[in-house]
C-alpha cells in the first residue's frame, strides 16, 4: 500500500522558517513534488525533485523555499524560509513513478500519488 506522510506544518511569523517532510512507503518514486493550495484558490505547484536529483521550483517560493530528497529515507523535504502571509496554505506532497516531462511537472493532474496535506499559516 503506498503511502505519502507529511509532516512540519504550522503556525509562523513572517520571516521564519519551517520545514516540512513527506515520508513515503509503498514505493518507489521517480518524481516527488509540493503543491498548495489556500483557501478559495487552485492548487498550485511549488516545488519538486525529478529525474533522479534535479529540482525545479516555481517564481513565487523562488530563493526562499528548497526542495530536498532523501532517497534512502524515501522522503522529500521542503525548507521554508523568509516566509510571507501569501504562503499560508495547505501544503500538499505528491508523488510518482514515472518520469514526467519537464513542462508537465508543474501539473497536479500529472501526479499518481497524494498525501493528506499539512497546513501551513503564516501570521504577521
Known amino acids: 500500500q503506498v503511502q505519502l506522510v507529511e509532516s512540519g506544518g504550522g503556525l509562523v511569523q513572517t520571516g521564519g522558517s519551517l520545514r516540512l517532510s513527506c515520508a513515503t512507503s509503498g514505493r518507489t518514486f521517480n518524481t516527488m513534488g509540493w503543491f498548495r493550495q489556500a483557501p478559495g484558490k487552485e492548487r498550485e505547484f511549488v516545488a519538486v525533485t525529478y529525474w533522479s536529483d534535479s529540482t525545479r521550483v516555481a517564481e513565487s517560493v523562488q530563493g526562499r523555499f528548497t526542495i530536498s530528497r532523501d532517497s534512502a529515507k524515501n522522503t522529500v523535504y521542503l525548507q521554508m524560509n523568509s516566509l510571507k502571509l501569501e504562503d499560508t496554505a495547505v501544503y500538499y506532497c505528491?508523488?510518482?513513478?514515472?518520469?514526467?516531462?519537464?513542462?508537465?511537472?508543474?501539473?497536479?493532474?500529472?501526479?499518481?500519488?497524494w498525501g493528506q496535506g499539512t497546513q501551513v499559516t503564516v501570521s504577521s
Open positions: 505528491a508523488a510518482d513513478s514515472r518520469r514526467i516531462n519537464y513542462w508537465r511537472l508543474v501539473y497536479s493532474t500529472n501526479y499518481e500519488y
